[in-house]
């Protein structure tokens, strides 16, 4: 059996490389993507008939180096694992002024049902039951500015 594996060992990358690449589609978490391709590769080179032990090493080799320099730039690009939460999904909404806000205190104001703890994002006075434009949250702080008027 074992002869039979040796004797068709592009098939046995192959096969790895198929393993590989259905564990990253069903993961999408980048990690064993690297691997897959670097078992394509070592089946490129067992069809040149390249010694095993020269496979598996070339086979580390370039899923090591794919693993260290190009997933963390595929992961930034790509923001795999990112889930936008609820709270950042309100940057670009607009809310309501339920209580004052001015340069020295918070006030509040109503987005989507909520009341959220507000600050103006230049500073300045934002009166009761002016429409704001949500700027960003931190924490639980949204900044926001009055919305343009549209006359």
């Known amino acids: 059996m074992a002869q039979i594996l040796l004797d068709n ?4 990358w192959l096969g790895i490389a198929v393993i590989l690449f259905i564990i990253e589609a069903a993961t999408v978490n980048l990690a064993t993507i690297w691997f897959a391709l670097g078992a394509l ?8 008939d390249l010694p095993i032990p020269w496979q598996l090493l070339i086979f ?4 090591s180096i794919l693993l260290i320099f ?6 930034k690009k790509l ?12 940057v670009g ?33 934002i009166e009761k039951k002016t429409r704001v434009l949500i700027e960003k ?15």
Do not use: C, H
């Not at 070592?42 to 040149?48: E, I, R, T, W």
């Open 41 to 48: 590769i070592s089946m490129v080179l067992a069809f040149l």
């Open 93 to 125: 909404d607009s809310g309501v002024v339920t209580e004052e806000i001015t340069k020295d205190t918070r006030g509040q104001v109503k987005v989507r049902g909520q009341i959220w703890s507000a600050l103006s994002t230049d500073g300045g006075l």
């Open 60 to 63: 580390l080799i370039v899923s």
């Open 79 to 90: 923001k795999v694992g990112s889930i936008k939460t609820n709270a950042e999904s309100l």
């Open 9 to 12: 060992i592009q098939f046995v």
């Open 70 to 75: 190009t997933r963390p730039v595929l992961v």
């Open 137 to 151: 949250i931190e924490g639980v702080t949204l900044y926001v500015k009055p919305e343009e008027s549209k006359e």
